[in-house]
Structures are given as C-alpha cells and as structure tokens.
C-alpha cells in the first residue's frame, strides 16, 4: 500500500537515511529525507541512546536489528584490535519504534566492550558514510538506512612525513648557515 500526499495526489517515497556522525568530542544524529537533511540531534556527549518513530504516514512491518562493532584501521585497512566505537539499532514493530545506541571511545576513558548479539558485524571505519543496514516501511518501496561516520585518526603517510623531515632539516641548515 503506497501512502499518498493529497497535495501532490501522487505516491510519496520515502528513502531516509538516519546517520550517525561522531565527531571528535560529541556525536550527532542527522535525518536525510529523500537526499535532503531535516534534523541534526545531538546526542550530548560520545555515547547515547536515540528513540525514532517512522515517518509520518508509515510504520515498520516487522522488528528487526542490527549491529556493529566498528575497528580503528592498520595501516594496510584491515581491523585493528582497538575498538573505536559500537553501534546497535532495534526496530521495534509492536510499539513502532526506532531504539539506535551509539558509543564511541573517548580520550583517556575506559576501553569499549564489543557487542556479543547475533549477527554483530565487524567495520573497519574510514573517513565515508558507512552503512549497517536498512529497512522497509509499510509501502514495501521506502526505507531507512542505517549509517555512521566514525572519526577517524590520521595517520601521515610515510611520504607526508619524510617531506615534513626535509623541509624542517632544510630550515635548520638554513638558519645554521646564515649564523656562521
């Protein structure tokens, strides 16, 4: 069953994208309706749970969840073993609710614990939007998608930092030659 806006009287699609964005002191939820942003929520801090509802004019058709347990990268982009933030989404059909719980590490703090549930992926974060995924509303045609962007820690690469090594050698002999 497609829902229909009397104004436009033509079906209306819904493809919204709840994404969270952890920045390097607090974490935000953006709401991405149809490519358009339409709300930023803070969360108040690096960690925090979030309660959705379904778009108006649409409901969830069956509970589901997902879960992820996202790694800092090595410098070849495979996992490493640091734990850099946990993201777990519960769709609730019964009470027509969205249940998103976001923790990030935070500097000096006390280390994740990764999640153990059914199915928890495993994500080596990047500077993109990444995906955990999506579900369908009640008109089988739109649906939400579940997405974050960790904050990344960038590592110089070795050619960034040999280039930094000459020029601050190339400054030092500079200044040693116009003192002699």
């Excluded at 959705?52 to 058709?61: A, D, K, L, Q, T």
């Excluded at 027509?96 to 719980?101: P, V």
């Excluded at 935070?106 to 999640?115: A, D, K």
Aim: charged share 15%; glycine share 8%; aromatic share 8%.
């Amino acid at each position: 069953m497609l829902s229909f806006n009397p104004a436009q009287a033509q079906p209306v699609v819904i493809d919204e994208v709840l994404r969270v964005v952890d920045l390097s002191d607090s974490v935000q939820l953006q709401v991405i309706q149809n490519g358009t942003l339409t709300s930023t929520i803070d969360f108040g801090g690096e960690s925090g749970t979030k309660f959705i509802s379904p778009p108006v004019g649409f409901s969830f058709v069956s509970p589901t969840g997902f879960a992820a347990n996202i790694y800092e990268p090595n410098a070849d982009g495979s996992a490493s073993s640091i734990l850099s933030d946990t993201y777990q989404v519960f769709v609730s059909a019964e009470v027509q609710l969205i249940t998103l719980t976001f923790n990030s590490d935070t500097e000096g703090g006390s280390p994740l614990i990764p999640l153990t549930v059914t199915g928890v992926q495993t994500i080596v974060e990047d500077s993109g939007f990444q995906s955990i995924g999506s579900i369908p509303l009640s008109d089988a045609v739109s649906s939400i998608e579940f997405q974050f962007q960790s904050d990344v820690e960038r590592v110089p690469e070795p050619a960034t930092l040999a280039l930094l090594g000459m020029g601050l050698a190339g400054l030092g002999f500079s200044r040693r030659r116009n003192h002699t």
